[in-house]
C-alpha cells in the first residue's frame, strides 16, 4: 500500500506547520525563561507560572511535526537524498548554536556551561554526546538525539524498501508501545520504539497520511489509540519538567487538554488543501525555529545572570529579543555560508 502519491512530498507546502513549529519553540523558550524550576532563585516570573509550566510540551510538539514531516520527506526519496536533506538541514545551524551558545556560557558564568570543556564541545558537535558519555553544551540538545533515532527508524525503512508500508509499520509501532506503556518490554526495546515519546512522532506519520490520502477508520482508530497514549505518558512525564508541589489535578487537566489541542490543530491542518497566505513569511518564521530553540539559553545566561540587578520583566523581554535575533542571525549565516560548505563535504563523500 503506497503511503502517498508520488507528487506528495513535494508539490505542496503547509506554512501551518511553520507556525506551529514556532510556536512550539517560543512555548518552550517562556517555559525556560518564566518557570523552570531548576532555575538557581526560582522562576522570573511567578504570576505567569500556572500557564507557563506546561510550555515544556512544545517538545513532544515537535515530535509530532517531525513525524509528519520526515515521513514526508522520505516518500520517494532515496536513502542518500533523504541522509544528505537531514544533514543539511540539522548540522550546519548547530554547529554555529554549539560554537555560540559554548562561547557566551564560557564568557558569562552562570547556570549553563559548568562542565563545559574542549572535548564536551567537540563531541557535541557530532549531535550525539549522550551516546558517547559527555555532557550537552546545552541541555535542551537532548531533544536531538530522540529525534536521531526517529531518523534512523525511516532509514531503515526507505534502505529496506519499505517505505511504501509505511503504514503498517505505523501500526505496528503503536500496537508495540501500547504494550511497552502496560508492561515491562526491556529497555532495548524501549530504545527501539523512542519510549517514552514515540506515540507522538506515531501520530505524526499517520496525520501525514490523512494529509496525502484521506481519512479512513483504520486510521481515526490509530490516532485515538496515539491520543491515549499521549496523554497517558504526558501526565506521567510531567514530574520530569514541573516542580512535584506543583503537579494538581488542574495541572494534569491543563496537561491532557495540551495534548488534545495538539492533536485536534493536526487535525484542522491536515483537513485544508489550500495553504495559508503570505506563504513566504511564514517559512522564514518555520526556519527561526531551530536555531531559536537551539540558542535561547544564550539569552537567559546574558540576561538572568550577566546582569542580575535588571528587574525580572526586563530580563525576559531582553532575552527573548536578544534570541530571536541571534537565531535570525545565525539562519542567515548558515545559509549562506555553511550549507554550502557542507553540501561540498557530502558530495565528496558521495552523498548527494
Given amino acids: 500500500m503506497q503511503t502517498a502519491p508520488a507528487t506528495a512530498a513535494s508539490s505542496e507546502r503547509l506554512p501551518a506547520l511553520d507556525v506551529m513549529r514556532f510556536f512550539a519553540a517560543v512555548a518552550v523558550m517562556v517555559y525556560h525563561y518564566t ?6 532563585g526560582g522562576p522570573a516570573l511567578s504570576r ?5 509550566r506546561h510550555g515544556y510540551l512544545g517538545v513532544e510538539l515537535f515530535f509530532m511535526i517531525s513525524g509528519f514531516v520526515i515521513l514526508w520527506s522520505a516518500s520517494n526519496r532515496p536513502a542518500k537524498k533523504f541522509v544528505r536533506a537531514r544533514a543539511l538541514r540539522l548540522y550546519p545551524e548547530f554547529w554555529l548554536a554549539v560554537a555560540l551558545s559554548a ?11 559548568k562542565e563545559l570543556t574542549l572535548r564536551t564541545f567537540l563531541v557535541n558537535l557530532t549531535m550525539l554526546p549522550q551516546y558517547l558519555d559527555t555532557p550537552y553544551v546545552d541541555g535542551v540538545y537532548w531533544t536531538l538525539g530522540v529525534e536521531i533515532k526517529f531518523y534512523v527508524l525511516v532509514f531503515g525503512l526507505i534502505l529496506l524498501r519499505q517505505i511504501r508500508f509505511a503504514e503498517w509499520w505505523l501500526f505496528a509501532w ?3 508501545f501500547s504494550a511497552a506503556s502496560m508492561i515491562d518490554v526491556g529497555g532495548i526495546v524501549r530504545s527501539l520504539i523512542i519510549y517514552p515519546y514515540g506515540s507522538f512522532f506515531a501520530a505524526g506519520g499517520v496525520f501525514f497520511l490523512v494529509h496525502t490520502s484521506g481519512w479512513n477508520a483504520r486510521r481515526i482508530g490509530a490516532l485515538s489509540l496515539c491520543l ?3 496523554c497517558y505518558q504526558a501526565v506521567r512525564g510531567m ?23 495538539m492533536f485536534a490543530v493536526f487535525a484542522s491542518v491536515v483537513g485544508r488543501q489550500a495553504g495559508l497566505q503570505y506563504a513566504s513569511a511564514f517559512a522564514t518564521v518555520g526556519a527561526l525555529t531551530y536555531p531559536l530553540y537551539l540558542l535561547h539559553n ?3 545566561e546574558i540576561f538572568f545572570y550577566g546582569v542580575p540587578d535588571t528587574p525580572e520583566a526586563a530580563k525576559v523581554l531582553l532575552a527573548i529579543v536578544w534570541s530571536l535575533a541571534l537565531s535570525y542571525a545565525v539562519y542567515r549565516m548558515s545559509g549562506r555560508w555553511m550549507q554550502p560548505i557542507l553540501g561540498r563535504m557530502l558530495n565528496v563523500a558521495r552523498i548527494k
Fill in 35 to 40: 518557570y523552570h524550576f531548576s532555575t538557581p
Fill in 48 to 52: 505567569l507560572e500556572a500557564i507557563t
Fill in 103 to 113: 562561547a557566551i556560557f564560557w564568557a558569562v558564568p552562570g547556570g549553563f556551561g
Fill in 239 to 261: 514530574e520530569d519538567f514541573i516542580d512535584t508541589a506543583h503537579i494538581s489535578s488542574a495541572a494534569i487537566g491543563a496537561t491532557i487538554g495540551s495534548v488534545i489541542a
Fill in 228 to 230: 491515549a497514549l499521549c
Fill in 298 to 300: 544564550t539569552g537567559k
Fill in 174 to 176: 503503536i500496537a508495540l
